[in-house]
């Protein structure tokens, strides 16, 4: 079973920085969507980042110049750069990725990672 593996999450004092990884446990034959969202106490999960698989990327606007998404291919891992944190940005962070599986049958897949909690507090 495919799944991902989050990191990086954890305390940080507002204007900190946090690197988030989402770490996948098999290879793919091709990513169709990737992103990352948030889900903070009594809100509805939002999206944070999110690339589709022609390559446009999309930030929320709360977020927008602080936080960059990239994913490097030979490591299978997926991060979100988080810069001048702000206390709004406490939340649950889960990562996601579309994907069609290798071998002889190609199936769609939407993988979720298990979240991690990201507080931002002085």
């Known amino acids: 079973q495919v799944q991902l593996a989050e990191s990086g999450g954890g305390l940080v004092q507002p204007g900190g920085s946090l690197r988030l990884s989402c770490a996948a446990s098999?290879?793919?034959?091709?990513?169709?969507?990737m992103g990352w969202y948030r889900q903070s106490p009594g809100k509805e999960r939002e999206p944070v980042a999110t690339?589709?698989?022609?390559?446009?990327?999309t930030y929320a606007d709360s977020v927008k110049d602080r936080f960059i998404i990239s994913r490097n291919d030979a490591e299978n891992t997926m991060y979100l750069q988080m810069n001048n944190l702000k206390v709004d940005d406490t939340a649950v962070y889960y990562c996601?990725?579309?994907?069609?599986?290798?071998?002889?049958?190609?199936?769609?897949?939407?993988?979720w990672g298990q979240g991690i909690q990201v507080t931002v507090s002085s």
């Open positions: 690339v589709t698989g022609g390559g446009k990327t």
């Open positions: 996601h990725l579309g994907v069609v599986t290798t071998g002889p049958t190609h199936r769609s897949l939407e993988l």
């Open positions: 098999d290879r793919f034959f091709a990513i169709y969507a």
